[in-house]
């Protein structure tokens, strides 16, 4: 009998650690006149990825971004999750055949929580290149933000190659792509509201946070802040 609660709950936590989307490959089966382009596969909405181009001779590059719209679409974007001035544009238009792949970063991911124990659940639960929210609290500070936004997350995001933000509300774990801003999924997570810090859970302790003015801030309180990203 023990053996068997043991297989059980093991099989519950792979399943629930597993729930998590990963990067998914396709190709490019059609592109129409105004930009869209067919997929092999379907791919979940708002999902965002990479396309890249085969020159032959084992040369490749990124030329596009991607959203997928569902339904085997997906919307072209340029790709600029490497700014840089003196790194020319790519001009390769898409064509059929070049491959995309969806979630290219997913196995980074950063959670946003209101405290340290919310934190190591979420973070021991799950199997992901952990961002650790010191980073991201670092460049918040500096823009002077006092709120969460989508706006805020995305330009982390693309400058850490963060593939998937996990933002724990009052009764949920979301699941957002930074980069489409859309959020994939949610799942049940009850969760203790008290000792909920502001804006999110860092450990600002280490940090000098006056070099930002930190200190003078009025941050939005975390449930509120996370219940109006946007």
């Not at 396709?26 to 791919?43: E, K, P, R, Y």
């Amino acid at each position: 009998m023990q053996k068997i609660l043991f297989i059980f709950l093991a099989l519950s936590y792979t399943l629930f650690a597993n729930a998590l989307p990963s990067s998914i490959s396709t190709t490019i089966s059609a592109i129409s006149s105004n930009g869209q382009v067919q997929l092999s596969n379907n791919v979940p909405k708002g999902m965002s990825g990479i396309v890249i181009h085969n020159y032959g001779n084992g040369l490749s590059a990124i030329t596009h971004a991607s959203v997928s719209q569902g339904g085997g679409h997906a919307s072209l974007l340029a790709y600029e999750a490497i700014p840089h001035k003196n790194i020319p544009n790519i001009q390769t238009e898409a064509k059929s055949g070049d491959k995309i792949i969806f979630g290219n970063f997913y196995s980074n991911a950063l959670v946003i929580a209101p405290n340290r124990d919310v934190y190591r659940q979420v973070t021991t639960t799950y199997k992901k290149t952990w961002i650790h929210p010191d980073s991201y609290a670092v460049e918040f500070m500096k823009e002077g933000d006092t709120h969460l936004t989508l706006k805020s997350l995305k330009k982390f995001a693309q400058l850490n190659q963060v593939g998937l933000v996990l933002i724990v509300t009052q009764n949920r774990l979301l699941i957002l792509d930074p980069i489409s801003e859309q959020f994939l999924g949610a799942i049940p997570m009850q969760v203790n509201q008290s000792n909920a810090m502001s804006p999110f859970y860092a450990r600002f302790g280490q940090m000098d946070t006056s070099v930002f003015g930190f200190s003078e801030k009025k941050y939005t309180p975390y449930f509120q802040s996370v219940a109006g990203i946007k």
